[in-house]
């Protein structure tokens, strides 16, 4: 790896880091720290919003027996009715991961057992934390140990273009570190693992200690080459532990999202069909207008609820794993259709 090359590749992945930082502000809570919920019910408001508009534009006209409204609602019967096969194929995508033989369940316990033994003779700790977030706190917390005793052993280094270079690789490992921490203080749920560390996959300072060990093979000094060799097997278990609790939290939101569907979609397909009943048998024309208006409303806002819902949950997932779709020490870049 030339030196330019290994510069040229961590910038791109630097400034790849700093987009996903800056996405904050409405952007952010709408894309991932938003209550889904809450931005199911924002859709719901607007949807809302938009068919007052239209009434008040175009009065009772738009809601005759031979309007397009009567086509609407059947519309959404028909698609409430097609997210119960939504919500079966949710379901069958959660329970594969969830069931399986006894060797393969043996397998898998035994493989998080192992990571587990691995960090904690790597930490040289008895017993690591058990939930998530004091888990990845407790990683970035070695990490950011071990960042000091680079730096520390940096104040030896005499050639000024190395002791640059981990300036700038421990500089990167701190603000990394303070995130993560500053993510994990006010939530100690598994999303909010996800959201600590969907800025950071430390392919860039993987790539920084490789090119680091390469390029100053005879100057660098041994004690030094021994902490960057610790500092990577720490980022490495860090990234391991960032995709686990990724599936983790994929599972359990998809499993979420079909129970939510479910309470909401039954509902929808009965007050759209009741308002389907109410264009046929009773017409708009033998009740009184302010009636129509507060079943078409209620009828319309109901119906369209579990697209609303769907629309808020896979946002986030489909940003989630966008943003965190590589593993270290690769780094997929940003995506551009």
């Known amino acids: 790896m030339s030196e330019q090359t ?16 800056q996405t904050g502000g409405a952007a952010n809570w709408l894309l ?3 209550n889904r919920l809450v931005v199911a019910g924002g859709v719901l408001a607007s949807v809302l919003v938009a068919l007052l508009a239209l009434v008040w534009s ?5 809601l005759r027996p031979a309007s397009p409204m009567y086509f609407l609602f059947s519309s959404l019967v028909t698609g ?11 379901n069958q995508l ?50 950011e140990s071990q960042t000091h005793r680079v730096g520390e052993a940096t104040a030896t280094v005499t050639d000024e273009e190395l002791r640059e270079r981990l300036d700038d690789l421990t500089s990167s490992l701190f603000a990394d570190a303070s995130l993560v921490g500053r993510a994990l203080e006010a939530d100690d749920g598994i999303f909010s693992v996800v959201s600590a560390t969907i800025a950071t996959n430390h392919a860039g300072q993987l790539q920084d200690i490789a090119a680091i060990r390469d390029e100053y093979a005879d100057s660098l000094p041994d004690d030094l080459g021994d902490r960057l060799d610790e500092l990577e097997t720490h980022l490495l278990q860090i990234d391991v532990a960032r995709n686990y609790f990724k599936t983790v939290y994929v599972q359990k939101e998809l499993a979420y999202l079909s129970r939510i569907l479910l309470y909401v979609g039954v509902p929808a397909i009965v007050v759209s069909g009741l308002a389907l009943v109410f264009y046929n048998a009773l017409g708009p024309s ?14 319309f806002t109901v119906g369209f609820a579990p697209l609303a819902i769907l629309f808020a949950f896979v946002l986030r997932l489909a940003w989630v794993a966008q943003q965190t779709a590589s593993v270290a020490p690769f780094s997929a870049g940003q995506y551009r259709p």
Do not use: C, N
Request: hydrophobic share 45%; no cysteine; aromatic share 8%.
């Open 6 to 21: 290994g510069r040229d590749a961590t910038a791109t992945f630097d400034a790849e880091s700093e987009d996903r930082r």
């Open 32 to 34: 991932v720290e938003g």
């Open 58 to 62: 175009f009065g009772f006209t738009a």
């Open 80 to 90: 409430d009715l097609t997210l119960v096969t939504v919500v079966l194929s949710i």
């Open 94 to 143: 959660v329970l594969s991961r969830e069931l399986g033989a006894p060797g393969t369940l043996s397998e898998r316990i035994q493989g998080a057992a192992q990571y587990r033994a691995d960090v904690e003779e790597t930490t040289d700790v008895a017993a690591s934390p058990k939930s998530p977030a004091q888990f990845l706190r407790f990683l970035h917390e070695h990490v």
């Open 286 to 299: 033998a009740v009184p207008t302010l009636a129509v208006y507060v079943v078409v409303a209620l009828a």
